[in-house]
């Protein structure tokens, strides 16, 4: 599933392509991958909508239109791209927005589980996120104080969204190994220090996963090299780059975690 450097990254992608571009019609071909409104409605609000920014909110594209909001969540095997109005239908293809001029948006999805919103009110579907781990407000003693009103295993509690949104698997395998933290530690048994470095640890490795377009790691998302620069992640068997211990694999909030048992020691 995407994560948040590869959203931003193709949010910057998009972002000058689209900006003041003009809705002509718009293509449902598989009616699923909308959430609201109608298909019917979707047809019809969107021609005449002029698009004035492209964001991102957590793992969502947010495309504000001067009307509405179209809100985009890519899940397991979404891509959003843009193409010549006249190339040809795509097999996974399933919503196509056609802008006057020469360009679509389409939105192609293997699997069939990203979701489009179409609202006048963005905060109806993100309204449960939790912060943005880029801003300046999230600062070591504000995650402090997050992580203690908790009592839950620190690696599910990092990809939960509704407590910090943006991390999935890979980016929260990196950053828990950089902090030496190990996934299993309860988050009130954190002390500030180690906050500290948790906090730069998940702004480290977001930051240089947005500087190198993201991770490639299988067939749905492409054009990103983070994937060479692992340290933990896919890297069962291989010897840690910090103390040259083997990496191992367990399964933590029934997802597969990578992490060093020397680095990441669960002492508390």
Same mark, same amino acid.
């Given at each position: 599933?995407?994560? /948040?450097?590869?959203?931003?990254?193709?949010?910057?992608?998009?972002?000058?392509?689209?900006?003041?571009?003009?809705i002509c019609s718009a293509e449902l071909l598989w009616d699923g991958s909308l959430a609201t409104p109608s298909p019917k409605e979707f047809c019809q609000i969107l021609p005449g909508q002029l %698009?004035?920014?492209?964001?991102?909110?957590?793992?969502? %594209?947010?495309?504000?239109?001067?009307?509405?909001?179209?809100? =985009?969540? /890519?899940?397991?095997s979404g891509d959003l791209f843009t193409r010549p109005i006249a190339d040809p239908i795509e097999k996974h293809d399933r919503v196509i927005i056609n802008l006057t001029g020469s360009l679509s948006?389409?939105?192609?999805?293997?699997?069939?589980?990203?979701?489009?919103? /179409?609202?006048?009110?963005?905060?109806?579907?993100?309204?449960?996120?939790?912060?943005?781990?880029?801003?300046?407000?999230?600062?070591?003693?504000?995650?402090?104080?997050?992580?203690?009103?908790?009592?839950?295993?620190?690696?599910?509690?990092?990809?939960?969204?509704?407590?910090?949104?943006?991390?999935?698997? %890979?980016?929260?395998?990196?950053?828990?190994?950089?902090?030496?933290?190990?996934?299993?530690?309860?988050?009130?048994?954190?002390?500030?220090?180690?906050?500290?470095?948790?906090?730069?640890?998940?702004?480290?490795?977001?930051?240089?996963? =947005?500087?190198?377009?993201?991770?490639? %790691?299988?067939?749905?998302?492409?054009?990103?090299?983070?994937?060479?620069?692992?340290?933990?992640?896919?890297?069962?068997?291989?010897?840690?780059?910090?103390?040259?211990?083997?990496?191992?694999?367990?399964?933590?909030?029934?997802?597969?975690?990578?992490?060093?048992?020397?680095?990441?020691?669960?002492?508390?």
């Amino acid at each position: 599933m995407p994560e /948040l450097p590869e959203v931003e990254t193709i949010t910057r992608k998009l972002s000058p392509v689209l900006t003041n571009q003009e809705i002509c019609s718009a293509e449902l071909l598989w009616d699923g991958s909308l959430a609201t409104p109608s298909p019917k409605e979707f047809c019809q609000i969107l021609p005449g909508q002029l %698009i004035e920014n492209v964001s991102r909110r957590g793992k969502f %594209i947010w495309i504000t239109l001067s009307q509405y909001h179209l809100l =985009i969540h /890519l899940r397991m095997s979404g891509d959003l791209f843009t193409r010549p109005i006249a190339d040809p239908i795509e097999k996974h293809d399933r919503v196509i927005i056609n802008l006057t001029g020469s360009l679509s948006l389409v939105f192609n999805d293997t699997r069939k589980f990203g979701r489009i919103w /179409l609202t006048r009110d963005p905060e109806l579907v993100l309204g449960k996120l939790g912060p943005e781990p880029l801003t300046d407000s999230f600062s070591a003693e504000f995650l402090h104080t997050m992580l203690k009103e908790k009592h839950r295993q620190l690696k599910p509690l990092l990809m939960d969204q509704s407590f910090l949104s943006g991390l999935g698997n %890979i980016y929260t395998d990196e950053a828990l190994h950089i902090a030496r933290l190990n996934p299993l530690r309860k988050s009130d048994s954190l002390t500030i220090d180690e906050c500290i470095a948790l906090r730069e640890a998940i702004k480290d490795v977001l930051h240089e996963g =947005i500087l190198r377009n993201g991770a490639s %790691i299988d067939w749905v998302y492409k054009g990103g090299d983070f994937q060479n620069h692992f340290r933990v992640y896919g890297r069962k068997g291989e010897a840690c780059p910090t103390c040259g211990a083997m990496i191992e694999k367990i399964l933590v909030g029934q997802r597969g975690t990578h992490f060093c048992p020397t680095c990441q020691s669960k002492e508390e």
